[in-house]
T-cell receptor, first 117, second 113 residues
């Protein structure tokens, strides 16, 4: 398996522009997570999905942020309009909830480094 | 609420030195505990885990023991290498319901030759 795939790996945009980050989870995984990592705030959970349904979006910072998971193999995180303070590395992760034991290991993608000028 | 408190970094050690990174947790139930590692320019990856009290997780020379009495899961390695330079995250998840992890703030380790 190729692991969690994220695109683009780097994104530079200007303030006010729309940004869309993409994620392909590991095939068969039923949970998908979006995280943001900054020096100041560390690793923050933004939102997570179970079987394509958003379960907890309390970490989404503002209405400018939205996330979708139209099917089991694809998710997007959109920022519209973007602001310089959104500059961060955004990670996608996926996991499989085992029925007998909860291991909860999450597999992370390589991240998208977003710079908003 | 459920949370993880990690030793503040950064930590700088000489090669072959002993490493300890402290981690304590607060949880309402019986959590599973994890250490994740992030190498430069990469995403996080699981280093080791323990799912019940007194379990010891180990991998790549790193060890951590789930101590329920002290609510701790300290990471140790007897002899660090330059290649161990990375950011280490302690994390927990509850063994009921939701599948989300609670991460600590991360500890940056730099090993110098």
């Amino acid at each position: 398996d190729a692991g969690v795939i994220q695109s683009p790996r780097h994104e530079v945009t200007e303030m006010g522009q729309e940004v869309t980050l993409r994620c392909k989870p590991i095939s068969g995984h039923d949970y998908l997570f979006w995280y943001r990592q900054t020096m100041m705030r560390g690793l923050e959970l933004l939102i997570y999905f179970n079987n394509n349904v958003p379960i907890d979006d309390s970490g989404m910072p503002e209405d400018r942020f939205s996330a979708k998971m139209p099917n089991a193999s694809f998710s997007t995180l959109k920022i519209q309009p973007s602001e310089p303070r959104d500059s961060a590395v955004y990670f996608c992760a996926s996991s499989l909830l085992r029925s007998a034991r909860i291991d909860n290991e999450q597999f992370f993608g390589p991240g998208t480094r977003l710079t908003v000028l | 609420g459920d949370s993880v408190t990690q030793m503040e970094g950064p930590v700088t050690l000489s090669e072959e030195a002993f490493l300890t990174i402290n981690c304590t947790y607060t949880a309402t139930g019986y959590p599973s505990l994890f250490w994740y590692v992030q190498y430069p320019g990469e995403g996080l990856q699981l280093l080791l885990k323990a799912t019940k009290a007194d379990d010891k997780g180990s991998n790549k020379g790193f060890e951590a023991t789930y101590r329920k009495e002290t609510t701790s899961f300290h990471l140790e390695k007897g002899s660090v290498q330059v290649s161990d330079s990375a950011v280490y995250f302690c994390a927990l998840t509850l063994q009921t319901g939701a599948n989300n992890l609670f991460f600590g703030t991360g500890t940056r380790l730099t090993v110098i030759p």
